[in-house]
């Protein structure tokens, strides 16, 4: 989920564009009430939330290995491996499938508008 949302905020600086607030906002409440819904106590759910905030923006800082210009996109390797161990390594199979669905995603997000690209993101099919 936040390898989705952090590839909908890169579109959207590299567009141009400031990312939405409040779809940062929802995003978070939602985990939060589901934290919440599971049982979790007031102190669990702080913490849990800091870790996943802080998950979001290592994600999001890293995600990209190199910035080859404005509308190419290409996935850090070792931030993949750091958060999905079991793919294990680069030339794996799964890894390559894992790889190409996120670099399809980037491009098809990339290629819609602005406005329409949350509710587009939702019905992308790889």
Same mark, same amino acid.
């Given at each position: 989920? /936040? +390898?989705? /949302?952090?590839?909908?905020?890169?579109?959207?600086?590299?567009?141009? $564009?400031? @990312?939405?607030?409040?779809? =940062?906002?929802?995003? @978070?409440?939602?985990? &939060?009430?589901?934290?919440? *819904?599971?049982?979790?106590?007031?102190?669990?759910? $702080?913490?849990?939330?800091?870790?996943?905030? !802080?998950?979001? %923006?290592?994600?999001?800082?890293?995600?990209?290995?190199?910035?080859?210009?404005? &509308? !190419? /996109? $290409? +996935?850090?390797?070792?931030?993949?491996?750091? =958060?999905?161990?079991?793919?294990?390594?680069?030339?794996?199979?799964?890894?390559?499938? @894992?790889?190409? %669905?996120?670099?399809? @995603?980037?491009?098809?997000? /990339? &290629?819609?508008?602005? $406005?329409?690209? +949350?509710? *587009?993101?939702?019905?992308?099919? %790889?």
């Amino acid at each position: 989920m /936040f +390898i989705h /949302f952090s590839i909908l905020m890169i579109i959207t600086k590299k567009k141009g $564009n400031k @990312f939405d607030q409040d779809l =940062y906002d929802n995003l @978070f409440h939602n985990i &939060e009430n589901n934290l919440r *819904e599971l049982g979790f106590g007031d102190v669990s759910v $702080n913490k849990k939330m800091k870790e996943f905030n !802080k998950v979001l %923006y290592d994600i999001l800082l890293k995600i990209e290995s190199v910035k080859i210009g404005k &509308e !190419k /996109f $290409n +996935i850090n390797d070792k931030l993949v491996l750091k =958060y999905f161990d079991q793919l294990k390594d680069p030339k794996n199979t799964k890894f390559v499938e @894992f790889k190409s %669905y996120f670099l399809s @995603f980037f491009n098809f997000c /990339f &290629e819609i508008s602005l $406005n329409n690209m +949350i509710r *587009e993101a939702i019905n992308f099919k %790889y």
